[in-house]
């Protein structure tokens, strides 16, 4: 078993989505270890995507992130981080399959519903972003 760690992101929360897509994350095989509803402040999101401070969408980014509650859940699966990504689909709505949840649910390629980490190793510094590790047993 591997873990990840999915966002249901601002937009997603507050068209009232959230039901809908941890739906489709039960559907697909994800057992949920861990959830919470929060707002992140400005310089927590800068922190979270640390990753992409020179790409020219950062500020965007990270005022979206911060500009509304968001639901961090940490997931459980064999395979867990590309499992994901696929129920996800591409970063670009438009690009994503049809099914997906950024497919479903997401506006552009800049807000598009929902985060999933992109390997083991940010999967598991991402979960201990938002959970203790004792709250995931
Ligand atoms: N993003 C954006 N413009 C881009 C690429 C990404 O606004 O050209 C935003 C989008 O919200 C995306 C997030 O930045 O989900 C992180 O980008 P990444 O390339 O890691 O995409 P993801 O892993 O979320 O598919
Ligand atoms: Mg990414």
């Not at 997603?12 to 039960?26: L, M, R, T």
């Not at 800049?110 to 985060?115: K, L």
């Amino acid at each position: 078993m591997s873990k990840t760690l999915a966002i249901i992101k601002p937009d997603a929360v507050e068209k009232n989505a959230a039901g809908a897509i941890i739906e489709k994350i039960q559907s697909a095989g994800f057992k949920i270890l861990g959830l919470r509803m929060l707002k992140i402040d400005r310089s927590q999101a800068g922190v979270f995507y640390e990753v992409h401070k020179e790409r020219p969408f950062y500020n965007d980014l990270c005022d979206y992130m911060s500009g509304g509650k968001i639901i961090p859940i940490a997931l459980e699966k064999d395979n867990a981080v590309d499992d994901f990504r696929k129920v996800i689909g591409n970063t670009d709505p438009e690009q994503a399959e049809v099914g997906t949840i950024r497919k479903l649910f997401g506006t552009s390629k800049a807000v598009n519903a929902i985060h999933g980490s992109d390997s083991d190793e940010n999967a598991a510094k991402e979960i201990v972003f938002f959970f203790n590790a004792s709250e995931l047993v």
